[in-house]
């Protein structure tokens, strides 16, 4: 059994954790450099108020996943390395779209596990950007999820 409920303050070193496992797992194509780049990023938006955060949490309380939220974009999910591919990303995604309604996301175009995943959960590219938020050449894909 599966809980998802909002994120406490005292989840924020659990959601960097969860955050450099799931990258390192899942981005092959950043450098150790690049992931060292964006961890104090990470850490600021996971730990300010400026997203809606859920978090994906076991029986035992392990939390083994989390999405943040911005309206109805969807700005960030990542799962313990550990709970891919068994529904949680689908499940984290349902709730989300229970929410919000129809949902946006921007996806790295350079993890295609990840542009798979969103088109089965009904996403279509609608747009592509050469560089990511901070400037950086990892193209995005600009989805959205479609009724």
Not at 39 to 60: I, K, N, T, Y
Not at 68 to 76: C, D, F, K, V, W
Not at 79 to 103: N, Q, S, T
Request: charge should be negative.
């Amino acid at each position: 059994m599966f809980t998802i409920r909002e994120a406490r303050p005292e989840d924020a070193s659990a959601l960097v954790d969860v955050w450099l496992r799931s990258v390192r797992a899942t981005h092959t194509f950043l450098t150790e450099d690049d992931v060292q780049f964006f961890l104090p990023l990470v850490r600021e938006s996971l730990s300010s108020e400026q997203l809606e955060l859920w978090v994906l949490s076991s029986d035992a309380n392990t939390l083994i996943g989390f999405m943040g939220l911005s309206g109805n974009s969807l700005e960030a999910m990542f799962l313990d390395p550990e709970h891919l591919r068994a529904g949680h990303g689908r499940r984290l995604v349902g709730h989300a779209r229970g929410l919000k309604g129809a949902l946006t996301v921007d996806v790295n175009e350079q993890n295609p596990a990840a542009v798979r995943f969103y088109e089965a959960c009904g996403f279509v590219v609608v747009g592509r950007s050469a560089l990511d938020s901070t400037g950086r050449p990892f193209p995005l894909l600009h989805m959205r999820q479609i009724d």
